[in-house]
């Protein structure tokens, strides 16, 4: 239930930052809908990092879409903000929706323990691939 209302306070923050280039994400019930239009998540987590490295890199994100796509995927969560418009970019391309996760404490980067997440959602609120904002993770084993 409190993920629930996480995703619906979530969601909320990104419909009252709206602008007329992205898309209108609504809540009916526990219903999404995106420009009126049902949307129902066909999700997948993606945190992109190469075998060896403990960085991010979207350097397959073109192939990785691809696959996603033909296996009927429509939505990415990703465990940290993508700080690259080029990304969203071809997210957005690509058809798919992302909901951005904010960790509670990431050392004060785009955190809910710092509030920099806020200026993180300020910076991309507009950006159409943007589906909302999931404000923690996994709450059952951390604060």
């Known amino acids: 239930m409190k993920q629930i209302i996480l995703i619906l306070v979530s969601s909320l923050l990104f419909i009252s930052g709206n602008s007329l280039k992205a898309d209108v994400v609504t809540i009916t019930g526990r219903q999404i809908f995106v420009n009126k239009s049902l949307y129902t998540i066909k999700g997948i987590c993606y945190h992109p990092v190469p075998k060896g490295s403990s960085a991010v890199s979207f350097d397959n994100l073109k192939e990785d879409l691809k696959l996603m796509k033909k296996a009927g995927i429509n939505t990415i969560r990703v465990y940290s903000p993508i700080n690259e418009k080029a990304v969203f970019d071809q997210i957005?391309?690509?058809?798919?929706?992302?909901i951005i996760g904010f960790g509670y404490n990431q050392d004060g980067k785009f955190d809910?323990?710092?509030g920099t997440f806020s200026e993180y959602v300020k910076t991309w609120k507009d950006h159409p691939a943007i589906l909302f904002w999931e404000l923690g993770n996994e709450y059952n084993y951390h604060p």
């Open 92 to 98: 957005q391309k690509a058809g798919l929706k992302v």
């Open 112 to 114: 809910i323990l710092s």
